[in-house]
């Protein structure tokens, strides 16, 4: 293993969700350099069909206004998609269960607090605390398969923050607003994707420290080598 395998491991590991940021600007011409690169990522016939609204300063302030207020009067979250199946097995149940107790557990929030609970929800709204939000869309009638390509662009885009300094955390949640960002951000005929939480992690807070444990290799790893047997 060469030094550009240690370069990639070590900012792919360190990649995690990040819930709490300094009050420290991102420089513009930083988010230009990331989003350029993570351009790279592949797309079929090289459509590249991802697009994303970078929001900061007094317009993430009065967007996040807006979202904590529809938070705020009981509006149900509607996303344009569902990012879940009906139905999980076991295993996924599980890991989902520990992910929330550990995070919660961050936080300081027991588990029957619920109090605590919404005050963590809204802060999602408030993109949590993050100088800059970053809004991932496509075409309102996208094909399937284009959630894939936007995907790849969007690690890329995280693995990038690592590699400068920065942190962030894709946000389902700002997506179940999706008539506000729409409104908001001039995008009238598009499919809201996610959010990304963008800005300098605050290394004192102990949210930013939890990292959910990973599934191991063999969990979804199968390894195919000789012909199938008849």
């Known amino acids: 293993m060469g030094e550009n395998w240690h370069q990639f491991a070590a900012v792919a590991t360190a990649r995690h ?3 709490a940021f300094l009050d420290r600007p991102v420089p513009r011409e930083v988010l230009e ?5 993570a351009a790279h990522a592949p797309s079929t016939r090289n459509i590249q069909p991802w697009r994303v609204a970078v929001v900061t300063g007094a317009a993430r302030e009065a967007l996040g206004r807006r979202l904590r207020a529809e938070f705020d009067r009981g509006v149900p979250p509607h996303p344009d998609y569902a990012n879940l199946p009906a139905g999980l097995d076991e295993a996924t149940r599980d890991r989902a269960a520990a992910f929330g107790a ?10 029957d607090d619920a109090a ?8 999602n709204l408030d993109f949590h605390g993050a100088p800059a939000t970053l809004v991932f869309h496509l075409p309102a009638d996208a094909a399937p398969g284009t959630f894939l390509e936007l995907g790849f662009f969007l690690q890329s885009t ?28 001039g995008l009238a005929g598009r499919l809201i994707v996610c959010g990304l939480a963008t800005g300098y992690p605050d290394p004192a807070a102990s949210v930013n420290a939890y990292v959910p444990e990973r599934a191991a290799l063999p969990e979804y790893v199968t ?3 000789q012909p199938p047997t008849c």
């Open 223 to 225: 390894w195919h080598d």
């Open 33 to 37: 350099r990331i989003l350029t690169v």
């Open 17 to 19: 969700c990040k819930r």
């Open 158 to 185: 995280m693995l990038g923050l690592v590699a400068c300094g920065l942190g962030g955390c894709p946000q389902y949640s700002v997506a179940g607003y999706p008539d506000v960002l729409r409104d908001a951000l």
């Open 102 to 111: 550990g995070l919660l557990g961050a936080m300081g929030i027991a588990r």
């Open 116 to 123: 605590g609970r919404r005050t963590h929800l809204r802060a």
